[in-house]
T-cell receptor, first 113, second 116 residues
């Protein structure tokens, strides 16, 4: 049982390049999230998907797009990377019912030069 | 490597002592709070949570206290161990639009260093 798996773990891009961060969870969770984490700041929500087939903007969605491919997978795309998008990105999923806990992946460290 | 930057407040304690990590939250309407632990190079992990209708909740070696009057949350770790060294985040759930939204707002974190 792997939980939440993110790929890649590290990536370096040049300004203007595009890339997709992949996320998959094997816990049969409905809701999935993308956060970014910057020095001295807490995690900020980029986009989330409350259920398969739906996506919604979070706190900092500009410059990103997402796709909820199926119940397991939720990808984050940078169409034209900018240095301001240098960050650590975390994917998370949330179970239904009971106590609300987010399960996080191990993160993707992205540098945009 | 480190996923959190260099400007976090830091709490340094001796092994075996009790630790208290504090957090001020922003929204008086928040109804649910969670503490997360983040070790170097890893994603945050759930520690303990508390709903706004409670003022104290205990887990294994950890206690969370909630003071809604001053919008303050604290995490107490008993008999701190070297494995407790990490960054600790509080998070609040602000009631959002509709019924499907469950998006937490995170604090900036406190680094706990346990000296052997």
């Amino acid at each position: 049982n792997a939980g939440v798996t993110q790929t890649p773990k590290f990536q370096v891009l040049k300004t203007g390049q595009s890339m997709t961060l992949q996320c998959a969870q094997d816990m049969n969770h409905n809701s999935m999230y993308w956060y970014r984490q910057d020095p001295g700041m807490g995690l900020r929500l980029i986009y989330y998907s409350a259920s398969e087939g739906t996506t919604d903007k979070g706190e900092v969605p500009n410059g990103y797009n997402v796709s909820r491919l199926n119940k397991r997978e939720f990808s984050l795309r940078l169409e034209s990377a900018a240095p301001s998008q240098t960050s650590v990105y975390f994917c998370a999923s949330l179970g239904v019912g009971g106590v609300e806990k987010l399960f996080f992946g191990s993160g993707t460290q992205l540098s945009v030069l | 490597g480190e996923s959190v930057g260099l400007h976090l407040p830091t709490l340094s304690v001796q092994e075996g002592d009790n630790s208290i990590i504090n957090c001020a939250y922003s929204n008086s309407a928040s109804d649910y709070f969670i503490w997360y632990k983040q070790e170097s190079g890893k994603g945050p992990q759930f520690i303990i949570d508390i709903r706004s209708n409670m003022d104290k909740r205990q887990g294994q070696r950890v206690t969370v206290l909630l003071n809604k009057t001053v919008k303050h949350l604290s995490l107490q770790i008993a008999a701190t161990q070297p494995g407790d060294s990490a960054v600790y985040f509080c998070a609040e759930n602000k009631p959002g639009r509709g019924t499907g939204r469950r998006a937490l707002t995170f604090g900036s974190g406190t680094r706990l260093q346990v000296q052997p």
